[in-house]
């Protein structure tokens, strides 16, 4: 506690570097009670305190573009023509989505101007934008094949109440806690049957139904597309759209600047007006007439269990999938961070509007978020604005809609499928962490064979698995030396390693010797079911007259049987004898004789160098022979003998 004139003299030496701001308040201090220092600068806060209240370095404020918490200029022009260049990746994909996912074109318009408009304005994240997504496209046309396309609006409107209540909850970072190979391996398993049941509309043909039996038919549609013209043009088209867009970022000139999926829809709008080719072509109704609100009979079936089960698979998928995109979208720019539950909680009132409008679902989608990020915007107006050009094309052109052909749609989302795929990554895991790299293609081949959320369960159970696997790792060693077996053990010991620790205590009660040691000081954790093994073999064998010396884990809080002994104290400098030995009472019953004097110990003193063994002596011919290692001890297995006892009396 400071004096009330050396407060005095701090607060002025606080604040001579401020241009002598508060002295005269300062100066008045003198009369104050000792101890309670006014704050020089009177009830302004300090400067370290307004500086404490700064964003920090790296961080740009709320409301700001730049990096360090600088306010920088934004660009109007900028950010309308990024807003261009975000319309013109969308529309295809918000069409072409739609037709994958067995719905009207007309939904994924709808879902793409609700990504923009009401989602585009939220606080969640700034430039990442959303819409109809390529990775629910399977999982929307098995729902609409499954419940019909009535029910899909009810469906997404459920999902994205719970997407708003999870976010109210925080627990948008939850996600983040997921293994890196599930995600790579969902995918995967997204992107593989995508390109799958993309291959049929590539033809102009009907896809058959589950990925499988898509995989399996792909020879007869090569077949039947070679012997009809009019098909083998739409799939030239197709593929042309394929490799269009894996060569196009790679051309040189400010072509690039273009997306490769507007310029296939465009070459492909003009191939198809060539005479006497045939083409499918999309089928484009009003767009306000599309919208279809559930109803009571739709809201009723919501009880059924196979409709919550898709509401649950859409809730995790397009939740996942957001944040994720959210994580690699940071990674993009310098701006602002997403705040993961705000955006969760956008997400969800934008799927919960696409609901009541009978559309898809959305997420963010990478494809037009990075567009966005890369064509210069720097704040949420860009993506706004893409919603708004979406909407007057729809309004105002929709006769232009029509005549897209469906190829070309359908090689566009083959490339996403391959992107979403990305086989590139499975040798890489392989190369990492050969164990993730197994969880990585079970989650694969789980969702092919099986379905989307059947296939993520059963990667996160791998996930855990695994983990826990590596979280188990122990090492056991056996030994004999003299009349002892010996059983060392380090690690971390649970139930998986039950078997392995089992084996290793049969091993030293087979040796046949009269000491068993278990030594356990190096396992950094045991879970109840292995310490119930050794205690279990502790006691039997003690049962049997077989002295076991049991060294229990140095783990804090690990709970000892009942009536065992504590451990001794270690030696204040790790050698010599203990500053304190507890132990157990010499029990009366055990000793008949009379008490031990000096005499009863014939050999010589025991110097600085004799080693000493607190627990379950072994009988020798010599007492005055060393004993064993000093250590802890757990309990006395026996009555002791008379010689036992008084060894045990001298060396206490």
């Known amino acids: 506690m400071l004096s009330p004139g050396q407060e005095q003299k701090e607060a002025q030496d606080h604040t001579a570097g401020h241009g002598g701001r508060g002295r005269h308040r300062a100066g008045r201090s003198s009369g104050r009670k000792p101890g309670r220092i006014r704050s020089p600068y009177g009830n302004a806060p300090p400067p370290d305190a307004t500086r404490s209240r700064q964003a920090p370095a790296g961080r740009p404020k709320s409301g700001t573009t730049g990096g360090a918490g600088q306010k920088e200029k934004v660009n109007l022009a900028t950010e309308i023509a990024a807003s261009f260049v975000v319309f013109l990746v969308a529309l295809p994909l918000c069409i072409g989505v739609a037709v994958a996912s067995a719905a009207p074109p007309e939904l994924g318009i709808i879902s793409g101007v609700v990504g923009g408009l009401v989602i585009g304005m939220a606080r969640g994240s700034t430039l990442q934008v959303s819409g109809p997504a390529a990775g629910l496209a399977a999982l929307v046309a098995e729902a609409v094949l499954e ?38 391996g969902m995918l995967a398993g997204i992107g593989l049957p995508l390109m799958f049941g993309q291959a049929y509309p590539l033809a102009d043909a009907k896809a058959i139904g589950r990925p499988v039996e898509n995989l399996l038919g792909i020879p007869d549609l090569i077949a039947r597309t070679v012997a009809d ?104 720019h310098t701006g602002q961070r997403t705040r993961y539950n705000s955006e969760l909680i956008a997400q969800g009132v934008g799927n919960t509007i696409c609901g009541a409008l009978g559309a898809l679902p959305m997420t963010a989608v990478v494809a037009r978020s990075s567009a966005n990020v890369q064509a210069g915007a720097k704040t949420r107006l860009s993506r706004t604005l893409h919603g708004l050009w979406l909407l007057a094309f729809a309004l105002l052109l929709p006769n232009v809609l029509a005549l897209i052909p469906i190829c070309v749609l359908a090689g566009v989302l083959v490339h996403s499928g391959w992107k979403l795929f990305a086989p590139e990554e499975f040798p890489k895991m392989w190369r990492q962490d050969r164990g993730e790299f197994v969880v990585m293609t079970l989650t694969t081949v789980a969702i092919v064979a099986t379905a989307l959320l059947e296939g993520v369960l059963v990667g996160l159970a791998a996930g855990v698995v695994l983990a826990a696997l590596r979280m188990s790792q122990a090492s056991v ?136 063994f607190y627990l379950d002596p072994t009988p020798v011919g010599d007492p005055g022979a060393p004993m064993g290692p000093r250590e802890p001890f757990d309990s006395l297995t026996s009555p002791l003998s008379a010689q036992e006892f008084e060894t045990w009396g001298r060396m206490r």
Do not use: Y
Request: contains cysteine; hydrophobic residues 50%.
């Open 477 to 612: 060693r056996t030994s004999v030396e003299g009349d002892t077996a010996k059983l060392v053990m380090a690690g971390n010991v649970t139930f998986l390693r039950l078997p392995k620790l089992i084996d290793a205590l049969e091993a030293v009660a087979a040796a046949g010797t009269p000491r068993i040691r278990l030594d356990l000081t190096g396992v950094a954790h045991w879970d109840h079911a292995c310490r119930s093994q050794v205690d279990e073999f502790v006691a039997k064998h003690r049962g049997a007259d077989i002295r076991v010396e049991l060294l229990r884990p140095n783990t804090p809080n690990a709970p000892a049987p009942a009536g065992t002994a504590p451990e001794a104290d270690p030696a204040p400098d790790g050698g010599g004898a203990p500053a304190h030995v507890p132990g157990p009472e010499p029990r009366p019953e055990a000793w008949a004789g009379p008490e031990p004097g000096p005499e009863a110990w014939a050999g010589p003193e025991p110097g600085p160098q004799t080693q000493w």
């Open 229 to 332: 013209p009019q098909k083998a043009i739409a799939a030239g088209l197709g593929v042309a759209t394929v490799v269009l867009s894996f060569v196009w970022k790679k051309l040189p000139g400010p072509l690039t600047k273009v997306p490769a999926a507007l310029v296939a829809v465009a070459g492909g709008m003009a191939v198809a007006a060539l005479p006497g080719v045939g083409i499918a072509t999309l089928k484009v109704g009003n767009l306000l007439a599309s919208v279809q609100v559930p109803g009571p009979t739709q809201f009723a079936a919501l009880a059924g269990g196979s409709v919550l089960s898709t509401v649950l698979t859409f809730t995790i998928i397009a939740s996942a999938e957001s944040l994720f995109t959210a994580a690699a979208v940071d990674r993009m």
């Open 147 to 184: 419940h019909g396309l009535a029910m899909l609006g009810v469906i997404v409107l459920a999902s994205g109440v719970l997407q708003i209540g999870l976010g109210l909850i925080r627990l948008g970072r939850m996600f983040q806690a997921i293994s890196i190979a599930v995600v790579q």
